[in-house]
T-cell receptor, first 115, second 115 residues
Framework: AQTVTQSQPEMSVQEAETVTLSCTYDTSESDYYLFWYKQPPSRQMILVIRQEAYKQQNATENRFSVNFQKAAKSFSLKISDSQLGDAAMYFCAYRSASRDDKIIFGKGTRLHILP | DAMVIQNPRYQVTQFGKPVTLSCSQTLNHNVMYWYQQKSSQAPKLLFHYYDKDFNNEADTPDNFQSRRPNTSFCFLDIRSPGLGDAAMYLC??????????????FGPGTRLTVL
């Protein structure tokens, strides 16, 4: 069975600095999707970034980028120029491309932005 | 804007009193999900629909039921809420693409309090 591990329950970063959230996963499949979701306090969960496993190029969305290491089964999220609005719980998630579409979530990392 | 809407945002019920939470979507997605999320935890999938095909998670209690009368609406019924059912309930949707569902889009959630 697939698992997703986020080893950092909480992190803090100074405003305008760069922070990296780590995520590792375990799977025997070769084709799958990885996601980072952001859930601000009392607000809606939104997709931050999405990566297809068959793509070698790391996905990027403005200040958000990933470091996808397929062999190492690692999928970290880098946030550049951190802003106060980035404070949230961040969930790493996995979905198989060959089976049903259920998402497997990690336990989340709570990110604090220090002014 | 296309979106996932949940009503009400906050629901208070009494122990054992049935409650229904609703979700609607304007995305025209054919897959809809219900998750339970407790404080500082990852969302836990309760069940999902492919169109009208209902898929129950093995560990979802019988106390939880769902209805999907049409593409746009999906309901979560809790027949006899217990104190342990107090949580945030998230609805999500995704689009079936070439036999595989795509990224999930989440509603804002309904926070359920059980007195």
């Amino acid at each position: 069975a697939q698992t997703v591990t986020q080893s950092q329950p909480e992190m803090s970063v100074q405003e305008a600095e760069t922070v990296t959230l780590s995520c590792t996963y375990d799977t025997s499949e070769s084709d799958y999707y990885l996601f980072w979701y952001k859930q601000p306090p009392s607000r809606q969960m939104i997709l931050v970034i999405r990566q297809e496993a068959y793509k070698q190029q790391n996905a990027t969305e403005n200040r958000f980028s990933v470091n996808f290491q397929k062999a190492a089964k690692s999928f970290s999220l880098k946030i550049s120029d951190s802003q106060l609005g980035d404070a949230a719980m961040y969930f790493c998630a996995y979905r198989s491309a060959s089976r049903d579409d259920k998402i497997i979530f990690g336990k989340g990392t709570r990110l604090h932005i220090l002014p | 804007d296309a979106m996932v809407i949940q009503n009400p945002r906050y629901q208070v019920t009494q122990f054992g009193k049935p409650v229904t939470l609703s979700c609607s979507q304007t995305l025209n997605h054919n897959v809809m999900y219900w998750y339970q999320q407790k404080s500082s935890q990852a969302p836990k999938l309760l069940f999902h629909y492919y169109d009208k095909d209902f898929n129950n998670e093995a560990d979802t209690p019988d106390n939880f039921q769902s209805r999907r009368p049409n593409t746009s609406f999906c309901f979560l019924d809790i027949r006899s809420p217990g104190l342990g059912d107090a949580a945030m309930y998230l609805c999500a949707t995704s689009r079936l693409n070439a036999g595989l569902a795509d990224t999930q889009y989440f509603g804002p959630g309904t926070r359920l309090t059980v007195l």
